[in-house]
Nanobody, 124 residues
Framework: QVQLVESGGGLVQAGGSLRLSCATSGRTLNIYAMGWFRQAPGKEREFVAAISWSGGTTLCANSVKGRFTISRDNVKNTVYLQMNILKPEDTAVYYC?????????????????WGKGTLVTVSS
């Protein structure tokens, strides 16, 4: 019904930048918010950022606030995560998420659709 495909992951040195993309397809008419989660090896999946599809509302985790920025392009049906001043602790598989609202997809239980993930590795 709804497909989310992440891209843009890779290897970067600490202090560097990377931009992730999440392309959406399928029946997305009822998708009102998009977001990003991440899961590091041996750790739980955690919320990173979310944005309403209109772009009017954004939410960001304290761990990345001031360094990461979420945005969207409705023409391309794509949401982005610009990651700056990357740290080794940012290393994780990053997952695109979609749901009914920014508040709903800020929690794992509230996410309706998931991408397969893209790996970000930050070296020290």
């Amino acid at each position: 019904q709804v497909q989310l495909v992440e891209s843009g992951g890779g290897l970067v040195q600490a202090g560097g930048s990377l931009r992730l993309s999440c392309a959406t397809s399928g029946r997305t008419l009822n998708i009102y918010a998009m977001g990003w989660f991440r899961q590091a090896p041996g750790k739980e999946r955690e919320f990173v950022a979310a944005i309403s599809w209109s772009g009017g509302t954004t939410l960001c985790a304290n761990s990345v606030k001031g360094r990461f920025t979420i945005s969207r392009d409705n023409v391309k049906n794509t949401v982005y995560l610009q990651m700056n001043i990357l740290k080794p602790e940012d290393t994780a598989v990053y997952y695109c998420a979609a749901g009914e609202s920014t508040g709903t997809i800020a929690t794992y239980e509230g996410v309706q659709y998931w991408g397969k993930g893209t790996l970000v590795t930050v070296s020290s």
